[in-house]
């Protein structure tokens, strides 16, 4: 890695499952960047936001369980795993980090409801949290496979990303394509779906769509993108 001129003094990664296009980060580059972080006194933030959802391959380790030195705040959250009005995470902190997130939570948002709390750490306790985890996993990687297969008719006008995670993927359109054209057109259709490129910074945008299915059935997932293929094949080149 290039070290700039004014080291930064916090980095944001989330190295399970990038969002949008679904990188996942290998161990040897995990190792490269906690030595560097180290070398460069900066402290990680990893939001570990879906490493629960891998149907391919079991997750590497989290840069948190890796380090050998103290320098890694771990993120993670209920939103996904559970429901989002839940509005539960947590930190895992170096000790000496305890008291001032401690303070700044206080500050910030109060107390979180400790009867939200009792019954999400009991619902764990008794294993119903693990078995709830298996049963969306299986669920989720039968639509993830439906939306992949159904996607194949789709090559002319764009490629496929995914990693075989999550619960999304994502559509990178082939020059010709009109990204705001084929999102309200879809939206006409009342299939909601966000623009690649309004996950990019700068001038240089990739043009495409983020699909997420965890909401949908595998017969609406096949019926939208027989929707997409239709609007795809009007307004391709």
């Not at 305890?98 to 206080?106: E, I, P, S």
């Not at 949908?216 to 929707?227: K, P």
Request: glycine fraction near 6%.
């Amino acid at each position: 890695m290039k070290t700039n001129k004014r080291p930064p003094k916090l980095l944001y990664v989330t190295p399970a499952h990038q969002y949008p296009l679904g990188a996942m980060m290998p161990l040897e580059r995990r190792m490269e960047l906690l030595d560097w972080a180290y070398d460069q006194q900066c402290w990680i933030i990893e939001d570990d936001y879906d490493s629960e959802y891998h149907y391919q391959s079991r997750p590497v380790a989290s840069l948190q369980g890796l380090a050998r030195q103290q320098q890694v705040i771990y993120m993670g959250s209920f939103s996904k795993v559970l429901f989002p009005s839940l509005r539960l995470g947590y930190l895992i902190l170096p000790p000496s980090l305890v008291d001032v997130f401690t303070k700044a939570k206080q500050e910030q948002t109060g107390v979180t409801p400790l009867h939200t709390q009792a019954v999400t750490a009991t619902f764990m306790q008794e294993r119903h949290f693990s078995r709830h985890l298996r049963k969306m996993r299986l669920l989720y990687e039968e639509k993830l496979n439906a939306l992949i297969t159904a996607c194949q008719t789709l090559t002319p006008w764009c490629a496929l990303h995914t990693q075989g995670a999550g619960m999304h993927l994502a559509l990178e359109f082939k020059p010709g394509i009109c990204e705001n054209t084929v999102v309200q057109q879809l939206k006409a259709k009342n299939i909601l779906c966000s623009p690649l490129s309004s996950y990019f910074y700068g001038q240089k945008k990739q043009q495409g769509l983020v699909l997420g299915f965890a909401n949908s059935t595998v017969e609406e997932i096949v019926l939208g993108i027989s929707i997409l293929e239709k609007i795809l094949s009007s307004n391709g080149t």
